[in-house]
Every structure is written in structure tokens, then in C-alpha cells.
């Protein structure tokens, strides 16, 4: 059984970096991909930005390049995303996710809890 655990969301300023980290376990060579997702309130969740576990390839959705990354630890099975120059409109619940299919930024087959992110004006 796959779990996602996330951790590292709060309340930053504009302009302000946060990290966010999941820890995955149960996973095996039968997963694709595993990535950041975000939800605004009343919308879909929408991919930010994942890893393939195979290679390491990341994909990271093009608006978004300049201020976000994403890194894998194979040895601590843990993913993160590392974002700069945050704005009020990056409020959001930030989601991990694992895909069993590629794209690895599509329909993914496991979530984690989710982790609020708020940024202040």
C-alpha cells in the first residue's frame, strides 16, 4: 500500500520560499511518477510538477519554472518541492500524488492529506 505523508506548509509572506516534503512508502517498480499537485478552493487539482521514479526525470508545469523545483531523494524515498517568490495567488492546498501510468502528471492512483499553503499580501 502506497502512503504519501506531507509536511512543511504554513503561512509565508509574499515574496517568501517554503519547502514542502512527502515522504512515500510501498512504493515499487510498478510506479511511474510522483509529483506535486495544488487545489484553489472551488477548482480541480492541478499538476505542478513531478518526478519519474525510473530515471529521475522531472517534469515541472512551464509557469511555473522560474520559482519552483522539485527534487527526489531515492535513499530517503521522499520528494520535494521548493518554492521561491511565493505570491497570494499560490494560496492553495499542495498535494502529493503517485501516478502508476505515464504522464507522471496525470490521473495520479495515490494522494497524501494535503498541506495548506497560505501567502500573505
Known amino acids: 500500500e502506497v502512503k504519501l505523508v506531507e509536511s512543511g506548509g504554513g503561512l509565508v509572506q509574499a515574496g517568501g520560499s517554503l519547502r514542502l516534503s512527502c515522504a512515500a512508502s510501498g512504493l515499487t517498480f510498478h510506479h511511474y511518477g510522483i509529483g506535486w499537485f495544488r487545489q484553489f478552493p472551488g477548482k480541480e487539482r492541478e499538476p505542478l510538477s513531478c518526478?519519474?521514479?525510473?530515471?529521475?526525470?522531472?517534469y515541472i508545469e512551464e509557469s511555473l519554472s522560474g520559482r519552483f523545483t522539485i527534487s527526489w531523494d531515492n535513499a530517503k524515498n521522499t520528494v520535494s518541492l521548493q518554492m521561491h517568490s511565493l505570491k497570494p495567488e499560490d494560496t492553495a492546498i499542495y498535494y502529493c500524488a503517485v501516478t502508476d501510468r505515464e504522464p507522471c502528471y496525470y490521473n495520479p492512483a495515490y494522494w497524501g492529506q494535503g498541506t495548506q499553503v497560505t501567502v500573505s499580501s
Open positions: 518526478i519519474r521514479l525510473n530515471d529521475g526525470k522531472p
